[in-house]
Structures are given as structure tokens and as C-alpha cells.
């Protein structure tokens, strides 16, 4: 669609052309690129204090106070089996809404958030074996970059759900 004015034209994207897009917030994890689609992120914060919590699953550092709201945070390198580094300057906590609960997600650093056609996506390779396939959706391809995209639903497991639920009662 075209909008006309006495000395300018402004193209409106249609609706169909809009809904073949994605946004993805991208970050990395060791020297790895992988995403989430932007709709599933509340927000992004710097580390704050964990608190442990006993018996958490391994990959849980632990909860954070967010404005009165106690959220578990996920170390997406103990996750992925990825080597485990200092937080720096660049961490980051990505706050999402998973299963109806709110969690956060520790990262090396957010890196930018693009905009990928599903032409550009791939399903996940089929090498990926094990309960780590179930993580990803997909690969975002462009240029030289493949980015994995990240299933968020599946991070926890059913049972690390309840655990969690029982352990803080997280809301």
C-alpha cells in the first residue's frame, strides 16, 4: 500500500510481508550465538546478588529481588555445557515469561536484536542428539552468522519445573 501526499510517498509494509518476520534478541554463551524470539523477554538486567537456593538443580545459580518479585536465574552455560566464566561487564540477565512463571536466564552478553524472514530460519540440525536437541527451534541463518534459536519452553524439564515451583513457590 502507497500513501500519497502533495510532495512525498510512503510505503506502509503489508500485513502478510510483517508476520513473515521475526525478531530475535540475540546473545551469546561462550563464544556460541543463540536467541530468543523478543516476544518471550520482559526484560534484560544486569547480574544482581543471587541467593542460593538448596538442592536447585545444578544449573540454577540461584533468585534474584526484582521490584519485589523473586525470580530463579538459569546459567544458560552450565545448561549447555559450556565453560563457566566470571560474570563481566558484559553478563546479562534476560527476564522471560516461561510456562506462565517468570525466570531469568544468565548470559555472557546480549549482543542486538534482528529481524530474520522464515526463509532464513532452518530447522535444527538433526546431528543434535539427546535432551539438548529438544532445546533449540531452529537456525537463523545470515552471512557467515548461524544463530540457535532457543526453545524456551523446553530449558527446564517438566520435573525441574515443579522443583523450582516447590523450592521458592516462584510466581
Known amino acids: 500500500m502507497t500513501l500519497r501526499s502533495a ?3 510512503l510505503t506502509v509494509p503489508d500485513e502478510k510481508v510483517l508476520r513473515q518476520e521475526v525478531q530475535l534478541a540475540c546473545f551469546r554463551i561462550g563464544s556460541e550465538l543463540y536467541a530468543l524470539d523478543i516476544m518471550r523477554i520482559k526484560e534484560i538486567i544486569r547480574p544482581q546478588k543471587l541467593t542460593p537456593i538448596p538442592k536447585a538443580p545444578s544449573f540454577i545459580e540461584g533468585v534474584i529481588n526484582l521490584r519485589g518479585v523473586v525470580i530463579p536465574v538459569a546459567d544458560l552455560r552450565k545448561r549447555f555445557d559450556q565453560p563457566i566464566s566470571e560474570a563481566n561487564r558484559k553478563s546479562r ?3 522471560c515469561s516461561l510456562s506462565g512463571r517468570i525466570i531469568g536466564l544468565m548470559v555472557d552478553e546480549v549482543t542486538e536484536v534482528k529481524r530474520f524472514g ?3 530460519i532452518a530447522p535444527s540440525p538433526q546431528f543434535i542428539d539427546g535432551p539438548e536437541a ?3 527451534l531452529g537456525v537463523a541463518r545470515r552471512d557467515e552468522d548461524l ?3 532457543i526453545d524456551l519452553e523446553k530449558i527446564l524439564s517438566n520435573n525441574e519445573k ?3 515451583q516447590k523450592l521458592g513457590n516462584i510466581k
Open 147 to 149: 544463530i540457535m534459536l
Open 93 to 95: 540477565i534476560v527476564v
Open 118 to 120: 522464515r526463509n532464513e
Open 162 to 164: 515443579i522443583e523450582l
Open 7 to 9: 510532495d512525498t510517498s
Open 134 to 136: 529438544n532445546y533449540f
